[in-house]
């Protein structure tokens, strides 16, 4: 309603406008009155053209002052379309964020689902866990009657371990004479073989009559270190080795006619090129004194030195000496087989250089394990090869060389078919 009032209103101002200029104009063709310095005709249509704009004018005064929205359209209308360019702008933004809303809740929903899966599959197993609580609760109680059954039961059992303690008492007591009857055999095997070392002493002693040195016999060996002065050396070490062999020589029989003190004779000039020898040493070294020929009751000893620098002369796990053993044999034979074995390790080692000339053979290999030995190889009833086999990496100057006893594991061919 409010609209149609406008409308007549800006009709009556522009009808009455129109009016004046029309009147003005009139009056203006009449009279020939001339505005601006211009010609009557063009001053009518001057003047029709003023009441037009006036009509415009008018209304758009009238529109401004009845409606504020008017107001605005014609004062406002570049702020109102940069404010709406920056509401546009910002919806478009806010579109963006609900949209990313919209995705996180579609994936928190999707997580949800997962979850809830997942609950239900914890929800089972608790119920499962539960159920299985429940059966061995009462798994329990069946346990607990089966332990008050076997307690009774251990009872009658403790009882028959007191009897047996009593049992297992004797056996020890049986036990501790066996290991002395084992010790009393590990101590006959030991005298055995001193006696059958001396044995063939005495026996080379008878063969030989006088002899009282074979050659290359050591007379004495002493582990000698390098590095020093060689005149150091010939008297800190060379002159006192030459006394101890003099005074075994003497010992044993040996004499330079005319010199009852004295029974070793050494050329004087190898002894000075071998102090010079040890002083250029690097390390250690084993030295020997050994006669050069058989000597007998009375006789003067001609010795010479032998120097053999420390080096690696027995390897780890190395062979050194077998034999094949027969079970038909008495384990008196095999065991002597087996000293004898040993009584070779002895000689090879002295034949290396090493300085244990004199190791008892009990202290090259356990003799306890010889027993054990003997009884495989007549269980096995099968020949066997009996080896001796180097425990460590044995040094010339460290020693003494230790080896085990050891049963070669041989595989016999199988005849063919």
Same mark, same amino acid.
């Given at each position: 309603?409010?609209?149609?009032?406008?409308?007549?209103?800006?009709?009556?101002?522009?009808?009455?406008?129109?009016?004046?200029?029309?009147?003005?104009?009139?009056?203006?063709?009449?009279?020939?009155?001339?505005?601006?310095?211009?010609? @009557?005709?063009?001053?009518?249509?001057?003047?029709?053209?003023?009441?037009?704009?006036?009509?415009?004018?008018?209304?758009?005064?009238?529109?401004?002052?009845?409606?504020?929205?008017?107001?605005?359209?014609?004062?406002?209308?570049?702020?109102?379309?940069?404010?709406?360019?920056?509401?546009?702008?910002?919806?478009?933004?806010?579109?963006?964020?609900?949209?990313?809303?919209?995705?996180?809740?579609?994936?928190?929903?999707?997580?949800?689902?997962?979850?809830?899966?997942?609950? $239900?599959?914890?929800?089972?197993?608790? $119920?499962? /866990?539960?159920?299985?609580?429940?059966?061995? =609760?009462?798994?329990?109680?069946?346990?607990?009657?089966?332990?008050?059954?076997? =307690?009774?039961?251990?009872?009658?059992?403790?009882?028959?371990?007191?009897?047996?303690?009593?049992?297992?008492? =004797?056996?020890?007591?049986?036990?501790?004479?066996?290991?002395?009857?084992?010790?009393?055999?590990?101590?006959?095997?030991?005298?055995?073989?001193?006696?059958?070392?001396?044995?063939?002493?005495?026996?080379? =002693?008878?063969?030989?009559?006088?002899?009282?040195?074979?050659?290359?016999?050591?007379?004495?060996? $002493?582990?000698?270190?390098?590095?020093?002065?060689?005149?150091?050396?010939?008297?800190?070490?060379?002159?006192?080795?030459?006394?101890?062999?003099?005074?075994?020589?003497?010992?044993?029989?040996?004499?330079?006619?005319?010199?009852?003190?004295?029974?070793?004779?050494?050329?004087?000039?190898?002894?000075?090129?071998?102090?010079?020898?040890?002083?250029?040493?690097?390390?250690?070294?084993?030295?020997?004194?050994?006669?050069?020929?058989?000597?007998?009751?009375?006789?003067?000893?001609?010795?010479?030195?032998?120097?053999? @620098?420390?080096?690696?002369?027995?390897? /780890?796990?190395?062979?050194?000496?077998?034999?094949?053993?027969?079970?038909?044999?008495?384990?008196?034979?095999?065991?002597?087989?087996?000293?004898?074995?040993?009584?070779?390790?002895?000689?090879?080692?002295?034949?290396?250089?090493?300085?244990?000339?004199?190791?008892?053979?009990?202290?090259?290999?356990?003799?306890?394990?010889? @027993?054990?030995?003997?009884?495989?190889?007549?269980?096995?009833?099968?020949?066997?090869?009996?080896?001796?086999?180097?425990?460590?990496?044995?040094?010339?100057?460290?020693?003494?060389?230790?080896?085990?006893?050891?049963?070669?594991?041989?595989?016999?061919?199988? @005849?063919?078919?």
């Amino acid at each position: 309603m409010f609209g149609l009032y406008i409308i007549l209103a800006v009709a009556a101002i522009g009808g009455f406008i129109a009016f004046l200029g029309d009147r003005v104009g009139m009056k203006a063709g009449k009279k020939r009155l001339s505005i601006f310095g211009l010609r @009557p005709k063009y001053t009518s249509i001057t003047i029709a053209v003023i009441t037009g704009i006036l009509i415009a004018v008018a209304t758009l005064v009238l529109l401004a002052v009845v409606s504020e929205d008017v107001r605005i359209a014609l004062f406002h209308l570049e702020k109102i379309q940069a404010d709406l360019r920056e509401k546009t702008l910002l919806v478009a933004k806010k579109e963006a964020e609900f949209n990313k809303l919209v995705k996180e809740y579609l994936e928190n929903e999707k997580e949800l689902a997962r979850v809830s899966v997942q609950r $239900e599959k914890i929800q089972k197993e608790l $119920e499962s /866990a539960v159920a299985q609580y429940r059966t061995a =609760q009462s798994n329990l109680v069946k346990k607990e009657g089966e332990l008050v059954a076997k =307690q009774k039961e251990v009872e009658t059992k403790q009882q028959r371990v007191a009897s047996l303690t009593d049992i297992t008492r =004797q056996l020890e007591e049986q036990n501790e004479q066996l290991q002395m009857e084992k010790e009393r055999f590990l101590k006959e095997i030991e005298m055995y073989s001193v006696e059958s070392a001396k044995l063939k002493g005495s026996l080379a =002693q008878k063969q030989t009559s006088l002899l009282i040195f074979d050659v290359k016999e050591v007379i004495v060996a $002493e582990v000698v270190e390098g590095g020093t002065d060689a005149k150091q050396v010939l008297n800190a070490v060379i002159q006192p080795l030459l006394v101890k062999a003099n005074q075994i020589a003497l010992e044993r029989g040996a004499r330079i006619e005319g010199k009852n003190d004295y029974a070793i004779k050494v050329p004087v000039k190898q002894m000075n090129k071998l102090a010079q020898d040890i002083a250029e040493l690097d390390g250690k070294a084993v030295l020997r004194l050994v006669a050069e020929k058989n000597t007998f009751f009375l006789e003067p000893l001609y010795v010479s030195f032998e120097l053999f @620098p420390n080096e690696l002369v027995f390897k /780890a796990d190395e062979v050194v000496a077998e034999t094949k053993v027969s079970p038909a044999k008495e384990e008196s034979i095999i065991l002597q087989e087996i000293l004898n074995l040993l009584l070779s390790v002895r000689k090879k080692a002295f034949d290396r250089g090493m300085i244990s000339q004199g190791q008892y053979i009990g202290e090259i290999a356990s003799l306890q394990d010889i @027993p054990n030995i003997i009884q495989r190889i007549k269980k096995s009833g099968q020949t066997r090869t009996v080896q001796l086999a180097v425990i460590d990496d044995t040094w010339r100057v460290e020693g003494p060389l230790k080896v085990r006893v050891q049963i070669k594991e041989e595989l016999t061919a199988q @005849p063919k078919q």
